[in-house]
């Protein structure tokens, strides 16, 4: 990404890009037909569980001022006027973590101020966003999103395991929280006595481990040995989001003598109470705010700014790393303009801004991945081993394999074959080289084997489309209004899938996969040795 010294220049070109496969990123979309539903549900519960956790947390740091019906409010705006406006539209935003800390220092200094106190808070915060907005503009306006390409993608990988640990963080602290009084609760109430604390913490650990192993397990079904096709791509489709049900479900099993505050549930205030309708006016008092606050705000509002501009631009990398060989082009100095628009969109509104998270943003996009179909990998799996016991060099059975590829392809061509079956070509070209070690030793040559090379080397491609991201964000804005459904799960399902989503968001993350790499011996190394 080359610097760009006209103002706009970077806005202007990104949004040419898109613009051009606007049109072809919903039909995309709605010619999937059902099939976009299994990645739809799959972000939609990536996205709305842990902002309704963000939510719980925010609230107890607010004493309720915002609650999960704000974030929740936030994602779902913001959400679909990125799905309908933004340039990448596999990019996921939602209230994140970082978020939630600042709007409780917020909180914490309004609070101790005579002339602002809990009123005017919101109003105070309303500013900070207004002062974001308009640097994310600015940033948008001087391009200066080119600076991009100084983060590298170890950089931006760095920062995905730093969100990841950070998932299974919380994970871990939820189930130990399980095991004690929760903070400001009356432990003389008979439900807090030793033995049920006790028993709520066992089962808060049978249902998240449970939920977790579940969960995990039902993402990997394609490839069991058991069931008909048609189940394992069911259970491999929606599986996740159903685990979900099933073990809140188990939750209700319980037998009736142990007390209805066993096992915790999630605590969400009603979106139709007073205190919930309050915040949708906050542009009315914004002038309430004395001048000397209203420029004080733009210290937070720096770092703010700063905070959102790197986190969205590294999530929208990361949605859009090199091996999902997306066809679309980048937008990030468009998506920066959007994104200041949307934080001050929230803040008139008096609810907490969205941007790009992590690692949401790259499971969005992975769960679209199309290639890899099971057709066609049979088919060049077949014509390898035909052309293997018929004595065919290397050159021939990649040839085959290469017909097969073009046939069967729905965007098949010679040009694009030879583009993206180049590593699977070098693979089989190499196969029967032998191995030099480090020390001299030779070893016998690598066998060239269809199943685990095409496995390795079949490139993704991504359905790049609108739909998806749209409808999750519908999903996410209907959650507000069945509040007392998402009252029902246990807390202990929400730690179990934070650490699902933690452990789910390492596969493509080549800076893990290193540290792993220290694990195995050096002749095992390498794909598909």
Not at 37 to 64: H, M, N
Not at 87 to 93: A, F, K, T
């Amino acid at each position: 990404m080359e610097p760009k010294k006209t103002l706009f220049k970077g806005v202007i070109e990104d949004f040419r890009g898109r613009a051009s496969c606007y049109k072809q990123d919903w039909h995309n979309g709605f010619s999937s037909g059902f099939r976009i539903l299994a990645p739809t549900l799959y972000i939609f519960f990536a996205s709305a569980l842990p902002v309704i956790a963000f939510g719980e947390q925010l609230s107890k740091d607010t004493d309720g001022t915002l609650t999960t019906v704000e974030t929740l409010a936030s994602t779902a705006i913001c959400g679909i006027i990125h799905s309908v406006l933004g340039g990448q539209p596999l990019l996921i935003v939602g209230v994140a973590e970082p978020t939630i800390i600042m709007y409780t220092y917020l909180y914490s200094f309004a609070k101790n101020q005579p002339n602002l106190g809990e009123r005017l808070f919101l109003a105070w915060a309303g500013w900070v966003c207004i002062w974001t907005a308009v640097m994310l503009f600015l940033m948008a306006m001087f391009n200066a999103a080119a600076a991009l390409n100084r983060f590298t993608r170890f950089a931006g990988e760095l920062f995905g395991m730093l969100i990841t640990i950070l998932f299974m963080q919380e994970a871990i602290k939820g189930m130990l929280s399980e095991f004690s009084v929760p903070e400001g609760k009356d432990q003389s109430l008979p439900i807090y006595q030793f033995q049920w604390v006790y028993i709520n913490g066992l089962l808060g650990v049978i249902f998240s481990m449970g939920l977790l192993y579940t969960a995990l397990k039902s993402r990997s079904a394609r490839s069991s040995l058991y069931g008909a096709g048609w189940l394992r791509n069911v259970i491999a489709d929606y599986g996740v989001p159903l685990m979900v049900i099933l073990w809140t479900a188990l939750s209700y099993s319980l037998p009736t003598k142990i007390p209805s505050g066993v096992p915790r549930r999630l605590f969400t205030p009603l979106p139709w109470e007073p205190k919930s309708l309050q915040h949708w006016t906050v542009a009315k008092e914004l002038f309430s705010v004395p001048l000397a606050y209203i420029l004080l705000a733009i210290v937070p509002a720096v770092m703010v700014a700063g905070l959102y501009f790197f986190d969205h631009s590294v999530a929208s990398q990361m949605a859009q790393q090199k091996e999902f060989n997306l066809k679309n082009p980048s937008a990030y100095h468009y998506d920066i303009l959007v994104l200041s628009f949307s934080v001050l969109i929230c803040g008139l509104l008096g609810i907490p801004p969205s941007n790009g998270v992590l690692p949401q943003a790259p499971m969005h996009t992975r769960s679209l991945a199309v290639l890899r179909r099971q057709a066609l990998r049979k088919q060049m799996v077949r014509t390898a081993k035909e052309g293997m016991m018929n004595n065919a060099s290397s050159s021939e059975v990649y040839g085959k394999m290469q017909e097969v590829f073009i046939k069967m392809d729905d965007k098949g061509n010679e040009d694009s074959a030879h583009k993206e079956l180049k590593e699977l070509k070098d693979a089989v070209i190499t196969e029967g080289e032998k191995i030099t070690e480090g020390n001299g030793a030779v070893t016998a040559p690598e066998v060239f084997d269809p199943e685990k090379h095409l496995e390795a080397y079949l490139p993704v491609r991504v359905n790049e489309q609108r739909v998806s991201n749209l409808l999750q964000s519908l999903l996410v804005a209907g959650c507000i209004g069945v509040v007392p459904v998402i009252q029902k799960i246990p807390t202990s399902v929400l730690w179990g899938y934070f650490g699902y989503m933690s452990i789910d968001s390492l596969p493509g993350n080549q800076f893990g996969e290193r540290l792993q790499l220290l694990f195995i011996t050096p002749r095992r190394r390498y794909k598909g040795s």
